[in-house]
């Protein structure tokens, strides 16, 4: 019985053993997540600072596109202004030359009158030809104005296309930017949800594992009630019975013994012979016997009135001979059911003071598993499972 006892201690630590070694894994688990975590987090900030870089780059370039866009608006300004001034100066060369005609003409006309009135004709043709070249300057004048207000126009176009190019540059630098901060938001909600939703899970996952190890916690609680009610509780049955005088009743009637090395478990009664199963189990029975001089044997062992086995000795051939019988059963018997020796008629036994022939002997083998489960069930409820066991022998009657 001691070795049952150190056995069931050794798997109790055994079991905690193994207890001590999964919580120490989980919490392995639970650092490994909080190291993720931190990574996670590193990763975000690294990101955050790359984001910010990159936005100040983006500004500078911006700054430096106003800038050029600016300084080619004032160079277009100072070409277009130079235009005009040559434009001017063209008109005004145009002008000191006509005027320089009309002087020319006036000191003609005037050389003309006072030559004589022939020369009026040549004078008339002159002042056609005259008017005919002015005519073509200004043809002229009008064709380098047209072609001024043509270029100067182009220039503008020009401009105009630089700027819209600008512009469009500007709005695609813009959609860009726009786009970049947006994936760089949806990455930081991204990387912020996924943070979230594995913050969230192993939050759960610890939730979890509380949970199951209270619930782990309390089947061990309930098992080592159970294991310390097994180590009080004796579920051990045993007796040895003997008779110390020849029996001579006759028979029919159930067989008495006059003491027992051991009764552990209290369910033999030596003075009716009758055994009351304490424990619902598979049982060991052994019976052995010397038979009288000259007279036979015939017994049986019984099951709550049924015969079960039986043991039978007679008819030697020679007189004063004695020989020993017997019978060993192994049976199932619920709690309560009565075992006894039966002694049919004509039934006797050699048996002396200091020749124990006669033994009758029972053995729990194992308990069935009805009597594990009231033992459990008496745990799980708080009752006190040796309140209600079976009275222990002393050993010896």
């Known amino acids: 019985m001691d070795n049952n006892l150190n056995a069931t201690f050794e798997a109790c630590n055994s079991f905690n053993t193994k207890l001590k ?23 975000h900030e690294q990101l955050k ?49 006509n005027k320089a ?18 020369r009026k004709t040549e004078i008339a043709n002159l002042d056609n030809f005259a008017h005919t070249e002015n005519d073509a300057r200004k043809a002229e004048i009008a064709a380098i104005d047209k072609f001024s207000k043509s270029e100067n126009e182009i220039r503008k176009a020009d401009i105009s296309a630089l700027n819209q190019r600008c ?38 996952q610890n939730d979890d594992k509380a949970r199951e190890l209270e619930e782990l916690r309390a089947r061990m609680i309930k098992e080592n009630s159970f294991l310390n009610a097994l180590a009080t509780k004796t579920m051990s049955v045993y007796f040895d019975a003997y008779r110390n005088k020849a029996y001579d009743g006759g028979g029919e009637e159930n067989l008495t013994f006059n003491g027992s090395l051991c009764n552990v478990g209290g369910g033999l009664d030596v003075d009716s012979g009758i ?23 015939l017994l049986s062992i019984r099951k709550n009135g049924d015969e079960i086995a039986s043991i039978f000795d007679q008819n ?26 039966y002694a049919y ?15 009758w002997v029972g053995m729990l083998l194992k308990p069935n598993e009805e009597e594990v489960n009231m033992l459990r069930k008496s745990v799980e409820e708080g009752v006190d499972p040796c309140e209600s066991a079976a009275p222990v022998g002393n050993g010896y009657d």
């Open 345 to 359: 008629t004509g039934t006797w036994l050699a048996d002396f003071p200091m020749n124990h022939y006669t033994h």
């Open 167 to 204: 512009d469009s540059e500007q709005v695609a630098r813009d959609a860009e930017d726009k786009l970049l901060n947006e994936r760089i938001e949806k990455e930081t909600r991204d990387r912020e949800n996924a943070t979230s939703e594995l913050q969230s899970r192993m939050d759960n």
């Open 275 to 297: 055994f009351t199963a304490p424990v619902g189990g598979m049982y060991f029975f052994m019976f052995h016997i010397a038979t009288h001089d000259n007279k036979k044997a």
């Open 21 to 43: 070694d999964t919580l120490m894994g989980l919490i392995g688990a639970n650092n490994d997540r909080k190291r993720e975590i931190d990574s996670i987090r590193s990763d």
């Open 49 to 97: 600072k790359d984001h910010n870089a990159f936005e100040n780059s983006a500004t500078r370039e911006n700054d430096l596109r106003k800038n050029e866009i600016k300084s080619l608006e004032e160079r277009q300004q100072k070409d277009n202004q130079a235009r005009i001034q040559d434009t001017n100066k063209l008109e005004s060369k145009l002008d000191t030359e």
């Open 316 to 341: 030697h051939k020679d007189n004063h001979k004695n020989s020993m019988a017997g019978q060993t059963i192994i049976i199932d018997c619920q709690r309560g059911d009565e075992i006894v020796v």
């Open 101 to 118: 005609r009309i002087e020319e003409i006036k000191a003609i006309d005037n050389w003309a009158r006072q030559e004589n009135d022939a």
